[in-house]
């Protein structure tokens, strides 16, 4: 597991002030039932009825899982369920209808394995990601968590899910931290610390909280965990090349088992808590009886990393996999072994499913091979075996030279495709759009203010696509991308992210002024809450004007905003209309990830908010932009320039001071205000400029809105758009349609205050 920053706010960020940020994830339209990161881990639920329907649970590196309705040869995604921020690490079923999970962003969730994919609970305990977890089958109530902080916690899933009883709203909203994505959220408490002697320590808070056992003795990371079926016995490994055997009824560690030489990353027990299995980096799977205290048997079958394993329901048999792409099936007491398949990814985890498997790897997509579960011995009559050597090295001689197995199977059964993840991206100069290249060699240019995809180019090449799509333009860096799982996340940081403007013309927005400026960062809030806002308003009883503007707080009652401190404020110029290049799709809507006051990370759909969401769950500044229309103080958007004649022109100096206009002023703009002042092409009535100069040091190219553009009866446009001056720097003609920032950025190169030339052309 490396450690990548999470899409989330995290705590090792260079912003100078640690505001919140707020994360939307994009998703393609035609891919929203597929994952689109690869598997780390799969769970499946056999139906109690006969004629009923078996479900594959599967988690990905994309922050989601997915329940998949079974059939013969299909498989349907009937539920996503969408709260972890970030990887999903593993997954269990608890008590046959609980579906638990544990992910990178340091948390559990709880589920209910048939619902339309709502979080019943999240559960707060790890100081960091949180890497595996391991379930008792007849004890249906035990969950076991192990992480990278080297903590591994029991949980009684039973009570750790049970609402809490509250004897007050005051107290609701003390112990509360966060929502779970339901319209009623349950709320979870803060947990408690657990010292040294497993006492519990005094809160000041005095709320009724669950707190999970503790398994104290790891020092380093913690890869793998195996409990058995009564939660008698639990096991857990990692980084330390130790196994710990404990009892997770009290969390007291029973026996320490060495052998490993190196990280282990996968653990099974069977049924009686008797034989423990391992398999390690070390690329050894190792057979422990755990009575006895010692390894029986060690299998030199990988030439690589061994990172899952899965065995027959008498443990007489175990499937495994891992980084040198192939699965094994081997028999414990023959030390036979037969290769089952190779692939072209990792496998990270495997499900053993009747007389099939599936199998996760780093890609998108997951497989169902044959396994013969029920009775392996018919792999084995195909021929092909081999034995397994009891030193490391001797699989891996075989493999150099040459003479590898040839798989049993070349196809799998079936397979459930996922979308090709990104692996590559672009942020272009228009401060718009986002390259991007997927693990299938496909180039795409999205949209990011809209949140789709509006260009396919196909598998073409990355590098000469950007250079055919720069464009010469600048305009400030107002948001940061990442594809951490495996999609586009955009990152929204304040004050960063209202630093870019742009003329309402250039949007192509209709019904506003064309010399308008939007700020990119407040619109696009805008569009990713606007139902958050439809929902609120419903809540809150207001009615959305025609114009769409917020009514004031006057027409609000006291009880509608009682439990907020942020209220819809009227007197602010607070136009909520969405302009349309802000619409975000609603086929494939983008999740949001945030956080506010309490509770920390969460995920969900901009279509599933309801309204209730406040200070506790969304970060002020966002609040305070789309309610308030507040913006933070922003670095200076001006930008000084002085205005000269061309040397050794003879028309007259306008001005010997210097002026200051919005950076994205177009270079049209100052040609407009250099024939004003030269009375070459006397501006007509009806025609406003860009406004006055005052004269003298400091004076201010004043920016206001241009008119209709109509013109005195008798004169054709044309004739009156003649260009007759030309605003040079560096020597170099400007284009009419450069901005004052790009001209800066791309002709002037100087840090000092641009400095642009006029001269007058004679009529053509």
């Known amino acids: 597991m490396h450690r990548v920053g999470s899409a989330a706010n995290n705590g090792n960020s260079n912003r100078p002030r640690k505001e919140k940020r707020l994360t939307y994830v994009l ?59 970030d990887w999903v690490n593993d997954t269990v079923i608890a008590g046959g209808s609980t579906l638990v999970s544990c992910s990178s962003d340091t948390t559990l969730k709880t589920w209910n394995c048939l619902s339309d994919g709502t979080c019943t609970r999240t559960l707060r305990q790890h100081s960091d990601y949180v890497t595996c977890l391991a379930a008792a089958e007849k004890n249906t109530n035990w969950v076991a968590s192990g992480g990278l902080g080297g ?32 319209a009623n959220p349950l709320t979870i408490s803060s947990l408690r610390t657990v010292s040294s002697n497993n006492s519990i320590n005094a809160s000041t808070k005095q709320c009724h909280v669950y707190v999970p056992i503790t398994a104290k003795g790891h020092k380093e990371s913690v890869y793998a965990l195996a409990m058995n079926d009564s939660g008698t016995l639990l096991v857990s490994g990692g980084t330390e090349k130790v196994l710990r055997v404990w009892d997770p009824r009290t969390g007291s560690k029973t026996m320490k088992l060495r052998g490993h030489i190196d990280n282990t990353r996968a653990l099974l027990l069977d049924s009686t808590g008797r034989y423990c299995l391992s398999g390690s980096s070390d690329s050894m799977i190792r057979l422990w009886d755990l009575g006895q205290q010692r390894c029986v048997h060690s299998y030199a079958v990988h030439t690589d990393s061994v990172w899952a394993l899965a065995s027959t329901p008498t443990f007489g048999h175990v499937y495994s996999g891992g980084r040198d792409l192939s699965l094994y099936l081997t028999d414990l007491t023959t030390r036979e072994s037969i290769l089952l398949c190779k692939k072209e990814h990792p496998i990270l985890q495997l499900a053993l499913d009747d007389d099939s498997i599936w199998v996760a790897t780093t890609d998108s997509s997951v497989h169902r091979w044959p396994a013969e579960g029920q009775n392996p011995q018919k792999v084995f009559q195909r021929g092909g075996s081999f034995l397994a050597g009891n030193l490391s090295f001797s699989r891996a001689r075989v493999s150099l030279e040459g003479t590898a197995p040839a798989p049993v199977y070349k196809e799998p059964i079936f397979t459930i495709p996922g979308t090709p993840a990104i692996v590559q991206h672009e942020i272009l100069n228009n401060r718009r759009d986002v390259l991007t290249k997927d693990t299938a060699g ?23 696509k950007k250079e055919q799509l720069f464009e010469m333009v600048s305009i400030p860096s107002w948001f940061t991308v990442d594809a951490r799982l495996g999609s586009l996340s955009v990152h929204l940081d304040t004050p960063q992210c209202f630093s870019a403007e742009m003329y309402s013309a250039d949007l192509n927005i209709t019904g506003k002024s064309e010399d308008d400026k939007v700020n990119l960062g407040r619109e696009t809030l805008k569009g990713l809450l606007a139902h958050w806002m439809t929902k609120r308003r419903q809540r809150l009883g207001l009615q959305t004007p025609a114009n769409g503007n917020v009514l004031s707080r006057k027409d609000t009652t006291p009880r509608s905003l009682a439990h907020s401190r942020i209220e819809v404020d009227g007197n602010a110029l607070n ?53 308030n229309n507040q913006l933070p103080s922003r670095e200076n958007t001006k930008c000084s320039f002085y205005l000269h004649p061309c040397e050794g022109s003879a028309v007259q100096i306008l001005t010997q001071g210097k002026l200051s206009a919005p950076r994205i002023l177009r270079i049209q703009k100052v040609i407009n205000y250099v024939k004003e002042k030269m009375v070459l092409d006397k501006p007509i009535d009806n025609l406003n400029t860009i406004g006055t100069f005052a004269p003298g040091i400091g004076g201010q190219l004043q920016h206001s809105a241009v008119g209709d553009g109509s013109f005195r009866s008798g004169l054709k446009p044309r004739q009156k758009l003649r260009p007759s001056v030309e605003i040079l720097c560096n020597n170099q003609v400007l284009s009419p349609d450069m901005s004052l920032a790009t001209v800066r950025a791309y002709i002037w190169k100087k840090p000092e205050d641009l400095v642009l030339n006029y001269r007058v052309i004679q009529g053509r």
């Open 575 to 627: 136009d909520s209309t969405v302009y349309p290049p802000f619409e975000l799709s609603t086929v494939s809507p983008p999740s949001i990830i945030t956080e506010g006051s309490q509770g920390g990370p969460w995920r969900k759909k901009i279509t599933e908010l309801d309204g209730i969401e406040d200070e506790k769950d969304f970060p002020w500044w966002v609040l305070d932009c789309v309610l």
């Open 442 to 464: 496909s180039v795409k240019l999205w949209d990011i203010i809209k949140g789709i995809v509006i260009e396919d180019y196909g598998q073409v090449a990355f590098d000469e």
């Open 151 to 182: 903590e591994v916690f029991i949980w009684d899933i039973e009570a750790a899910v049970t609402p809490l009883s509250k004897s007050s709203d005051v107290m609701e909203d003390d112990c509360s931290i966060g929502i779970n994505g339901s």
């Open 27 to 85: 998703s393609d339209a035609n891919d929203t039932k597929q994952h689109c990161a690869g598997l780390n881990c799969l769970a499946v639920l056999q139906s109690s009825a006969s004629d009923g329907c078996n479900y594959l649970f599967t988690g990905s590196r994309d922050g989601t899982l997915k329940r998949w309705a079974l059939g013969e040869d299909a498989a349907t995604c009937s539920a996503t369920f969408e709260s972890h921020v």
